[in-house]
Antibody, heavy 118, light 113 residues
């Protein structure tokens, strides 16, 4: 059974960079797309972006100028960096796997609450 | 961006009765090359991540009870729970993966009447 776990600081200061890592266990990152999604009461569920194990990325245009998603097949992890954060970036951040069929997310992490505050 | 609009925002259904949720996309999510609808449905319970129920609009994910079914094509889709169980109390979301950014509906809260 594939399991995902987000890790990273729960509190980030305004204008700083939010950094999260997703560790995949019970399976390999190879052969799949992996994504980041966030959820807040204000914005609902919001797609941040996804990355293929080879490194090809697709980002949400609304965040594209601020985000970097990367993958490390040697450690079976992928990561999210979101810079110049504001209070509007406060959310639960999920990492997830895209189905082998190519649509939808079939395995999710439990989520990491990240609060942007000074 | 493709806007996904669900209705209703909430509904209360008696145990054993049918629950129906609709999802409308602002443009078609059918890919002409394969005639597939790029539409998924999720269930989310409090404190948990979303759980994939349906993809390709009507394909049930492994392990999902057969009381859950998806239908529709183009811009109009439906998630049906044929006989509501207590454990089905949750918020349900549709999501399109036809074009980036993938987008979600606002959610429909299902409760017991």
């Amino acid at each position: 059974q594939v399991q995902l776990q987000e890790s990273g600081p729960g509190l980030v200061k305004p204008s700083d960079t939010l950094s999260l890592t997703c560790t995949v266990s019970g399976g390999s990152v190879s052969g799949y797309y992996w994504g980041w999604i966030r959820q807040s009461p204000e914005r609902g569920l919001e797609f941040i972006g996804h990355i293929y194990f080879s490194g090809n990325t697709n980002y949400n245009p609304s965040l594209k100028s601020r985000i970097t998603i990367s993958v490390d097949t040697s450690t079976n992890q992928f990561s999210l960096k979101l810079n110049s954060v504001t209070a509007a970036d406060t959310a639960v951040y999920y990492c997830a796997r895209v189905t082998a069929a190519g649509g939808g997310f079939d395995f999710w992490g439990q989520g990491a609450l990240v609060t942007v505050s000074s | 961006d493709i806007v996904m609009t669900q209705s209703p925002d909430s509904l209360a259904v008696s145990l054993g009765e049918r629950a129906t949720i609709t999802c409308k996309s602002s443009q078609s999510v059918v890919y002409s090359a394969n005639n597939m609808n790029y539409l998924a449905w999720y269930q989310q319970k409090p404190g948990q991540p979303p759980n994939l129920l349906i993809y390709w609009a009507s394909t049930r994910e492994s392990g999902v009870p057969d009381r859950f079914s998806g239908s529709g094509s183009g811009t109009d889709f439906t998630l049906t729970i044929s006989s509501l169980q207590a454990e089905d109390v949750a918020i349900y979301y549709c999501q399109q993966y036809y074009s980036v950014p993938w987008t979600f509906g606002q959610g429909t809260k299902v409760e017991i009447k």
